[in-house]
């Protein structure tokens, strides 16, 4: 017995030793290398493997983006972008009577492109999408003054093009106060979301996560791409095999009922600056899904997405994931467990985090 508490404790010596001397060395390399700008490429071409699936994934995104222009889908992103910019050109203050001139052409390339998807394939695309297109560049050519050759020829294009349906109404108005919800009502809502790590073991009615993610969808995204999807498992065994690839449950993942994997689709973008739109856009979407939940009785936690080659392997295989689609998040959710607690988790002091014109 005394022998082997002796190797049990030479074994933690030896562990101990080990973590010192990697920290040591580690340091030592991020000291330098970490101290400007020419020495990190230095060290990231020796170590290139680090992000390689984000770089490949950026790439990828890229090249899929371009491909899909050219393929039948039930969303377009670059039509989605386009006709964001025309209706932000049409709440402008003071308005310009010609404007988007240098990509007019372009949107209504997308536009054709979509209308022809609705008359060879009625149904595969999605069809408020298409309607908003379809308002947004009535209303630009209805208030375009007639000057512009580029401008009349796409007007030219847009009226010829064999769209079918009737006007949505779906163009700029004057912002609605939908909602009498105050401060103390929202603080209240805000203060009683915790992350809950253990739960009932019964089913989440599909229509409660439906409706917190209608919710989730009204949150703002870089020019209204909303470049991610939310993919639910809310059959037990499932959201349990899910919730066990992450480090992060350790412990709790056996009694999580349902999970969402919050993926963002980089084949949203022609250009590598907006990569991290993925992640800002997906979470803000998340945010709102969490509160929504909160809303309608169900609690939740966050669960991180590490960078890590393994596990983004093992995910991939499994959800069948593009080499473009990133994982931003899990959100584990479900019916609070009546017994059980909640971290209290203190959080900082408003002076820690909040400057004003510093
Ligand atoms: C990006 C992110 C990753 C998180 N990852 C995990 C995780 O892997 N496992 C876990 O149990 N909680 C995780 N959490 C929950 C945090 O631990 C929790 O939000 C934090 O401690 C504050 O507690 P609160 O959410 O109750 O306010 C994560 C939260 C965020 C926002």
């Known amino acids: 017995m005394l022998n082997k508490l002796k190797t049990i404790a030479k074994n933690l010596l030896a562990i101990t030793w080990i973590r010192r001397t990697y920290e040591v060395v580690n340091r030592g390399f991020l000291e330098s290398f970490g101290s400007s700008r020419v020495l990190?490429?230095?060290?990231?071409?020796?170590?290139?493997l680090a992000f390689n699936r984000e770089q490949s994934a950026v790439l990828r995104g890229r090249r899929n983006y371009y491909r899909n222009k050219s393929t039948a889908r039930?969303?377009?992103?670059?039509?989605?972008?386009?006709?964001?910019?025309?209706e932000k050109g049409l709440t402008m203050r003071p308005r310009r009577d010609v404007f988007a001139r240098d990509y007019i052409t372009e949107t209504i390339e997308f536009y054709e492109a979509a209308v022809a998807q609705q008359c060879s394939a009625p149904g595969t695309i999605d069809q408020p999408e298409l309607d908003w297109a379809h308002d947004v560049l009535s209303e630009y050519f209805a208030v375009s003054a007639r000057t512009d050759r580029?401008?009349?020829?796409?007007?030219?294009?847009?009226?010829?093009?064999?769209?079918?349906?009737?006007?949505?109404?779906?163009?700029?108005h004057p912002k609605e106060q939908l909602s009498d919800l105050g401060y103390d009502d929202l603080e209240?809502?805000?203060?009683?979301?915790?992350?809950?790590?253990?739960?009932?073991?019964?089913?989440v009615e599909r229509e409660l996560i439906d409706k917190?993610?209608?919710?989730?969808?009204?949150?703002?995204?870089?020019?209204?791409?909303?470049?991610?999807?939310?993919?639910?498992?809310?059959?037990?065994?499932?959201?349990?095999?899910?919730?066990?690839?992450?480090f992060g449950t350790a412990g709790y993942a056996e009694n999580i009922p349902a999970i969402a994997v919050v993926v963002g689709k980089l084949e949203s973008y022609f250009s590598p600056r907006d990569r991290h739109a993925?992640?800002?856009d997906g979470s803000l979407a998340s945010m709102q899904f969490i509160l929504a939940l909160e809303t309608l009785g169900l609690s939740s936690t966050v669960i991180n997405w590490p960078d890590f080659e393994p596990l983004e392997a093992k995910m991939q295989r499994r959800l069948k994931l593009d080499t473009s689609d990133r994982v931003?998040?899990?959100?584990?959710?479900?019916?609070?467990?009546?017994e059980g607690l909640v971290p209290y988790s203190a959080k900082k002091d408003l002076d820690t985090f909040r400057r004003y014109n510093d």
């Open 212 to 246: 917190a993610l209608l919710l989730a969808r009204q949150a703002p995204t870089a020019c209204n791409r909303i470049p991610y999807e939310f993919r639910v498992y809310d059959d037990p065994e499932l959201a349990r095999e899910i919730a066990q690839i992450p």
């Open 188 to 203: 209240k809502l805000v203060l009683q979301r915790r992350s809950v790590r253990w739960y009932e073991q019964r089913p």
């Open 278 to 280: 993925i992640y800002v």
């Open 328 to 338: 931003i998040m899990l959100i584990g959710f479900g019916y609070a467990h009546e």
């Open 40 to 48: 990190t490429h230095v060290f990231f071409t020796g170590n290139f």
């Open 74 to 86: 039930t969303t377009h992103v670059e039509l989605r972008r386009n006709v964001h910019r025309l």
């Open 150 to 172: 580029t401008v009349e020829a796409a007007r030219a294009r847009f009226e010829s093009a064999p769209y079918d349906a009737e006007p949505t109404g779906k163009i700029p």
